[in-house]
């Protein structure tokens, strides 16, 4: 029942900016925690961002604090992260998640539905 599509990624150079969208299919969107990860080529996916149900409380990782952010807009059941000031290991694909516990959690595992996720790759 629940579905993630997200849009926005593409291919920039170091410094550029992007807006990532995710339009969320679910029960109650306000009622859930919303979710940026990301998964460089070889690595682990990672947490990037989250956001709180409701008024929505945010938390960053440190490698991104000061270039992105996140929001949401609960009339149109969209979470969006704007990245700004991108560089070249902020390549990867990102994917939003969703958490029905309505606080995020910085463990993917813990996270209960996932889109499919946008390419970002950052050229120097």
């Known amino acids: 029942q629940a579905q993630l599509v997200e849009s926005g990624g593409g291919l920039v150079q170091a410094g550029d900016s992007l807006r990532l969208s995710c339009a969320a299919s679910?029960?109650?969107?306000?009622?859930?925690?919303m979710g940026w990860f990301r998964q460089p080529p070889g690595r682990e996916r990672e947490f990037v961002a989250g956001?709180?149900?409701?008024?929505?409380?945010?938390d960053y990782a440190d490698f991104v604090k000061g270039r992105f952010t996140i929001a949401r807009d609960n009339a149109k059941n969209t979470v969006y992260l704007q990245m700004n000031s991108l560089k070249p290991e902020d390549t990867a694909v990102y994917y939003c998640a969703a958490r029905k516990s309505g606080w995020f959690t910085r463990s993917p595992s813990r996270w209960d539905s996932w889109g499919q996720g946008t390419q970002v790759t950052v050229s120097s």
């Open positions: 956001i709180t149900a409701g008024s929505g409380n945010t």
């Open positions: 679910l029960p109650t969107f306000s009622g859930y925690a």
